[in-house]
């Protein structure tokens, strides 16, 4: 096991207590629907939190449910997701996805890692989400540019791409933090740990970082 991991691990917890849950989480939290999940989720990319829970809010009063989605037009679905990042492909994504949950699951939203990799739009990173969030696996590690980022400055890892990351970190990281440790490094890296010029004097793990890769901090 990397040295001081755990520790780290439990230090940035107890730090990110005061802060806010991604809003993929809290719509977890709230709702207990792998299908709200899934579908916030989708709406998250490339997409600040505060958007998406404004998008997935009025989208939700309108229809949370995929027959109720596809009763929408496009045009619809992209006034009410506006203005989330690429807000007109995601609106044909969801009517796409939608359409093949009704057709092949039933309306439901499956629970097995490989089907959910079927949906169109849907890589690694949703799909762990959908599994760890959605239907509270514990087998699984999701991996967003923060997981990425953070694992790499910390040295958890030595990775190029997210993918590698997950990977690596199924093997570093110890079960019982595997569930947790995206909505924690998330919280860190949009607070603490950001992409450029981390806050390093506020960081409870800075006697521990090796601060791969920061060249200026505050």
Known sequence: ???????????????????????????????????????????????????????????????????????????????????????????????????VLIENYHGKVPNKEEELLKLKGVGRKTMNIVMTYGFHSAKHIAVDTHVHRISNRLEWVKTKKPEETEQELLK?????????INNDLVMFGQNICVPISPFCSKCPVNKYCPKIGVTRNR
């Open 172 to 180: 570093a990281i110890p079960k019982k933090h595997w569930h947790d």
């Open 1 to 99: 096991m990397i040295k001081h991991l755990n520790i780290e691990i439990k230090l940035i917890r107890k730090k990110c207590k005061k802060y806010q849950n991604p809003i993929v989480t809290e719509i977890a939290d709230l709702t207990k629907s792998p299908f709200k999940v899934l579908i916030s989720c989708l709406l998250s990319l490339r997409t600040k939190d505060a958007v998406t829970a404004k998008a997935s809010r009025r989208l939700f009063d309108v229809a949370d449910t995929p027959e109720k989605i596809l009763k929408l037009d496009i045009k619809e679905i992209e006034k009410l997701i506006y203005p989330v990042g690429f807000y007109k492909t995601k609106a044909k994504r969801l009517n796409e996805i939608c359409k």
